[in-house]
């Protein structure tokens, strides 16, 4: 029976970053980041907390390291996050990196 249920997607938590420095680039800008917990990883969601709101949700488009393109940075670096749907970055901006991932259901109700 078990088997029969569709699996359910559930918000799975990568890491946490803090906005440092906002650098003007050609139409819009960059954040330079640093992360402070787990890791960052390109083409997974984000979103950018700014006094105890969310200003933006969406997709990390463009991850830097020392001006080359990366896939990942992991906490205790420094990073340059582009986004093309935002560019309102602000010093002290917290960017929270999480992805979805879809988990079997079970009969025993909501599992942990």
Do not use: T
């Given at each position: 029976?078990?088997?029969?249920?569709?699996?359910?997607?559930?918000?799975?938590?990568?890491?946490?970053?803090?906005?440092?420095?906002?650098?003007?680039?050609?139409?819009?800008?960059?954040?330079?980041?640093?992360?402070?917990?787990?890791?960052?990883?390109?083409?997974?969601?984000?979103?950018?907390?700014?006094?105890?709101?969310?200003?933006?949700?969406?997709?990390?488009?463009?991850?830097?390291?020392?001006?080359?393109?990366?896939?990942?940075?992991?906490?205790?670096?420094?990073?340059?996050?582009?986004?093309?749907?935002?560019?309102?970055?602000?010093?002290?901006?917290?960017?929270?990196?999480?992805?979805?991932?879809?988990?079997?259901?079970t009969l025993a109700g909501k599992s942990s």
């Open positions: 029976m078990e088997g029969l249920l569709e699996p359910e997607e559930v918000e799975s938590p990568l890491g946490q970053a803090e906005v440092r420095a906002v650098f003007p680039v050609g139409r819009g800008s960059v954040a330079g980041c640093y992360v402070q917990s787990g890791k960052l990883v390109r083409n997974r969601q984000i979103r950018v907390h700014r006094n105890d709101r969310v200003v933006y949700q969406g997709s990390l488009d463009s991850l830097k390291r020392i001006k080359e393109d990366v896939r990942e940075v992991n906490s205790g670096y420094e990073c340059g996050i582009g986004v093309d749907k935002f560019n309102d970055w602000q010093e002290g901006d917290v960017i929270e990196a999480y992805e979805m991932v879809m988990k079997r259901r």
